[in-house]
């Protein structure tokens, strides 16, 4: 006989997967960059060893959008969103950074001048004293 390249049906007690979604928190009131007030994502490094230690690695770069943050306009991705793919395509993408990265240590030089007691109690580096 002939064979069938349809697949079998499902069984009967079957029922369909819920539809997959992320859920996140809007930060309504981000850190910005000085230099344009624009927002910003983190992008780190973390390695679990074999014994479950974590170990973050000390240098990273930040995903910068392309335009200032306008919380008015939350239709404006270009100011909402950090992604790579989205920043290109806008006329000032690099205008203040290369490929619109700032690496760990500028952040850090920029974190220090905003925040000199923070840096001050967290021996000179609020990035490394404080947030890594």
């Known amino acids: 006989g002939e064979r069938s390249s349809a697949p079998p049906p499902p069984p009967r007690n079957f029922s369909p997967p819920p539809p997959c979604m992320c859920i ?53 991705r270009y100011s909402h969103l950090t992604n790579h793919c989205i920043a290109a395509t806008h006329g000032d993408y690099g205008k203040y950074e290369p490929t619109n990265e700032l690496f760990y240590p500028a952040f850090d030089a920029e974190l220090n001048a905003r925040f000199p007691q923070a840096a001050a109690r967290a021996g000179g580096s609020v990035l490394h004293g404080l947030l890594l």
């Open 24 to 76: 996140q928190r809007y930060i309504g009131n981000p850190l910005l960059l000085e230099r344009g007030r624009r927002k910003f994502d983190i992008r780190c490094w973390v390695l679990i060893d074999a014994e479950y230690g974590i170990h973050l690695f000390d240098q990273g770069v930040l995903r910068v959008s392309s335009v200032p943050y306008d919380p008015s306009d939350v239709s404006n």
